[in-house]
C-alpha cells in the first residue's frame, strides 16, 4: 500500500529555517506532481508549493522567495526548504503527491511552529 511519510517538522523561531521532507514507500511509479499543503488552526487547508515531475514549480504568493520546493523522482521524495519563518508560517504542512489520472496521496502532517 502506498503512503507518505513527511519528517521535519519542529519548533523554530522567527526568522530561522526548517527543511521538510517527504517520502512514498510502497510506490512503484513516479508522482506526476508533489507538493505541500499547509492547514493552521481555524483556518482551510492551502497550497504552499507543487512541483511537477520535470521540475516545473508553482508557489503560493506568501511562499515566494522564502520557500524552495524539490524532488528527488529516483527517491519518490519531495522536499520544502523555509527559510525566514514568521510566526504566521505555524501550521501543519502536509505533503501530497498525484497520479495520473487521479490518484491522489496525502500524508499524515507534520507539526511546523514558528515562536516570535
Known amino acids: 500500500q502506498e503512503q507518505l511519510v513527511e519528517s521535519g517538522g519542529g519548533l523554530v523561531q522567527a526568522g530561522g529555517s526548517l527543511k521538510l521532507s517527504c517520502a512514498a514507500s510502497?510506490?512503484?511509479?513516479?508522482?506526476?506532481?508533489m507538493g505541500w499543503y499547509r492547514q493552521a488552526p481555524g483556518k482551510q487547508r492551502e497550497l504552499v508549493a507543487l512541483?511537477?515531475?520535470?521540475?516545473?514549480?508553482n508557489y503560493a504568493a506568501s511562499a515566494k522567495g522564502r520557500f524552495t520546493i524539490s524532488r528527488d523522482n529516483a527517491k519518490n521524495a519531495v522536499y520544502l526548504q523555509m527559510n525566514s519563518l514568521k510566526p504566521e508560517d505555524t501550521a501543519v504542512y502536509y505533503c501530497n503527491a498525484l497520479r495520473a489520472p487521479n490518484y491522489l496521496y496525502w500524508g499524515q502532517g507534520t507539526q511546523v511552529t514558528v515562536s516570535s
Open positions: 512541483i511537477a515531475s520535470g521540475g516545473a514549480t
Open positions: 510502497g510506490s512503484r511509479f513516479n508522482f506526476n506532481v
